[in-house]
C-alpha cells in the first residue's frame, strides 16, 4: 500500500475536510431534537474508537475528520439539544457556532490589535454591548475569558491589586509573601470556581470567612455585618447572583450597602445569574448589583456561545489592567488608548478570537431577543417544577425564581430511603433517554437538579421531560414497594403501586 504524505497544499484534501465537518455539522444540527440526551457508548467503547498507538503515518485530513465524527458520535452529549437540563449549559446557538467555524478557518491570534485588528474590534465591540446589555458601568474594562472560573480569577486578581495599592502595597512587583493581608468573606454556598480561583492568587482556601447561607443559598446580611465587624484592613466580599443549584440570589443591595461602608471590594459571581440583568422581568432579582466592583459571567450560558467563552468586567480598569497585562518590547504597552488589545485583560497572550462569535450572538438575538430568551426559559422552569411538584411524593426544593429546580423524589421519606429513591429515579430518567437530569449532593441529601437554558427547548420539551420524570419516578416506587413487600412478581406489579 502507498504511503500517503501529507500535502501542505492540497486544495482537494482541505475542501473535502471542511465539506465533511460542514456535513456532519448539519446532520447533527438537524437531528438535535431526537438525538439521545446522554452519551451511548462508555469509556471502553470510546477508548477503543479514539485509542491505539501513536499514528505513525499520516492521513488525508477529509478521511480524519470522517474517523472523528464516527469515533465521537456515540460519546456526545445531547447538551446541545432541547431536553439537556445538566449542569448549566447553553446550546450552541448556530450564529455563535458559525462565526467560531469561521474563527478557527480564519486563524487569527487575538492578542492585540496589531497582530488581528478585526478580531480586537469585534470584542472591543461587544464587549462594550455586553456592558450596556447586562447594565454594568459603561467604564468597566472587560476581559473575554473561557469562563467563569477564570472571569472570577481576572476580577479577584484586580481586587488584589486594588486593594493591596491602597496601602502601599505593588503585588505584581512583590508577590503575597509579606503583603499586608486581605480578608476574603464568600458565602459558604459559593461556587466552587470561586475557591479554585481564590487558590490560584495565593489566599488560600481555607482562609476565606465563610458567611452562613439561608436554605436556598444566599448569603445572611447579618451573619456578613458580624463578619466584616471583626476586620479592620483590606477586604473582598464576594457576593453570588444565581446559585448553581436554586438560582437564588444573595442579597446584593445589602451587601453593597455593608462593604462600601467600610471600604472593601465586592466581587459579583454571576456565571449565569447576571444575564437576569438583561430581562427586565427578572432584573429585580439581580437589582444592586450594578455597584459592585467586579463581575463574572459566562457567555455560553445564557448568551448560548459555543464553549469556551466568559466574560470579567472591572470598574477599576487600571487595576484590571496590571493584574493581567503583560510587557514585551514586540507587545504594545498598555495604555487608556481607544484601540484595545485583548492581552492586558485576560492570562493569555495568544488565545482565540472570541469576540466575533460574542459578536455574532450578540448581534443575532439584538437586546429583545436574549430578554425573551430568559424570560421564556424561566417560565419553562416554573412550568417544570409545576409539573413535579404536582405528582405526589415529588418534592421541589426550591423557589423558581430563576431557570434552576431542584428536586428530590420521596417526599416524607427518611433520608437515607430519600437519597436511594432519588437516585433509582435519576438512573431510571437515564435509561429513558428523553431528557438529561443530572443529580447531586446538596445539604446532605441526594437531589435532582434540572437547569432551563438551552435555546432549542420548547414548551414541548418540558411536557416531555415531565412525563419521563413522573413515569420514572412512579416506576421507581412501585419497584421500592415490591421488593418491600417481597412480591414474588418478576416485574414491578400493579398491586404495590400506591405504598
Ligand atoms: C455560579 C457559578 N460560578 C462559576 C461557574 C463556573 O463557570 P465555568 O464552568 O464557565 O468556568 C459556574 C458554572 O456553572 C456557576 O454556576
Redesign the pocket.
Known amino acids: 500500500m502507498a504511503e500517503w504524505s501529507m500535502d501542505l497544499d492540497d486544495a482537494d484534501d482541505a475542501r473535502t475536510a471542511l465539506e465533511a465537518a460542514y456535513r456532519h455539522a448539519l446532520s447533527f444540527h438537524r437531528g438535535r431534537g431526537s438525538l439521545p440526551p446522554a452519551a451511548t457508548a462508555g469509556f471502553g467503547a470510546l477508548m477503543h474508537a479514539f485509542g491505539g498507538p501513536v499514528p505513525e503515518l499520516g492521513v488525508p485530513a477529509g478521511q480524519v475528520i470522517e474517523q472523528l465524527a464516527a469515533a465521537a458520535g456515540p460519546g456526545l452529549m445531547g447538551t446541545a439539544g432541547p431536553r439537556f437540563f445538566g449542569?448549566?449549559a447553553g446550546g450552541s446557538h448556530p450564529a455563535g457556532v458559525a462565526a467560531d467555524w469561521l474563527t478557527s478557518v480564519w486563524g487569527q491570534n487575538a492578542a492585540c490589535y496589531e497582530g488581528a485588528p478585526a478580531a480586537a474590534v469585534a470584542e472591543q465591540v461587544a464587549a462594550q454591548w455586553l456592558v450596556d446589555v447586562l447594565r454594568l458601568p459603561r467604564e468597566c474594562s472587560v476581559g473575554i475569558t473561557t469562563?467563569?472560573?477564570?472571569s472570577?480569577f481576572v476580577c479577584l486578581a484586580a481586587a488584589r491589586s486594588a486593594l493591596l495599592q491602597r496601602v502601599g502595597w505593588d503585588v505584581e512587583a512583590d508577590g503575597m509573601s509579606g503583603a499586608p493581608p486581605i480578608t476574603v468573606f464568600a458565602g459558604e454556598e459559593a461556587?466552587a470556581?470561586v475557591f479554585a480561583a481564590l487558590r490560584y492568587l495565593g489566599f488560600g482556601e481555607r482562609k476565606v470567612v465563610r458567611i452562613a447561607c439561608d436554605s436556598a443559598g444566599r448569603m445572611g446580611v447579618e451573619a456578613l455585618r458580624a463578619a466584616l465587624a471583626q476586620c479592620g484592613g483590606p477586604h473582598v466580599v464576594i457576593a453570588?447572583a444565581?446559585h448553581?443549584m436554586t438560582g437564588a440570589f444573595d442579597p446584593v443591595e445589602a451587601i453593597v450597602r455593608l462593604t462600601r461602608e467600610r471600604g472593601g471590594w465586592l466581587h459579583v459571581?454571576g456565571?449565569?445569574g447576571l444575564w437576569a440583568r438583561a430581562c427586565p422581568a427578572r432584573a429585580p432579582l439581580a437589582a444592586g448589583v450594578e455597584f459592585a466592583d467586579s463581575w463574572a459571567t459566562?457567555a455560553?450560558k445564557w448568551l448560548q456561545a459555543p464553549y469556551e467563552c466568559?466574560c470579567a468586567f472591572v470598574r477599576d480598569t487600571d487595576a484590571h489592567r496590571r493584574a493581567m497585562t503583560m510587557g514585551a518590547g514586540y507587545l504594545p504597552p498598555a495604555g487608556s488608548e481607544c484601540i484595545r488589545d485583548p492581552l492586558h485583560y485576560t492570562p493569555e497572550l495568544s488565545r482565540r478570537a472570541r469576540g466575533f462569535a460574542l459578536w455574532a450572538l450578540l448581534r443575532a438575538f439584538g437586546r429583545r431577543g436574549i430578554a425573551a430568551m430568559i424570560e421564556r426559559h424561566c417560565a419553562m422552569a416554573q412550568r417544570l417544577a409545576d409539573r413535579l411538584g404536582a405528582e405526589p411524593g415529588i418534592e421541589v426544593l426550591n423557589e423558581v425564581e430563576l431557570n434552576q429546580v431542584v428536586v428530590r423524589f420521596g417526599r416524607h421519606e427518611p433520608a437515607a430511603r430519600g437519597d436511594a429513591l432519588t437516585q433509582a429515579t435519576l438512573e431510571r430518567i437515564r435509561q429513558a433517554g428523553i431528557c438529561f437530569a443530572h443529580g447531586a449532593h446538596w445539604r446532605g441529601r441526594r437531589v435532582m437538579r434540572l437547569s432551563v437554558i438551552a435555546w432549542p427547548t420548547t414548551g414541548d420539551d418540558i411536557d416531555r421531560s415531565a412525563d419521563s420524570m413522573i413515569e420514572a419516578w412512579r416506576a421507581t416506587r412501585q419497584a421500592a414497594a415490591c421488593i418491600e413487600a417481597a412480591c414474588p412478581s418478576p416485574a414491578p406489579c400493579m398491586d404495590h403501586a400506591s405504598t
Open positions: 449542569w448549566v469562563g467563569a472560573t477564570m472570577n461556587h470556581s453570588q444565581g448553581i459571581d456565571a449565569f459566562d455560553h466568559g
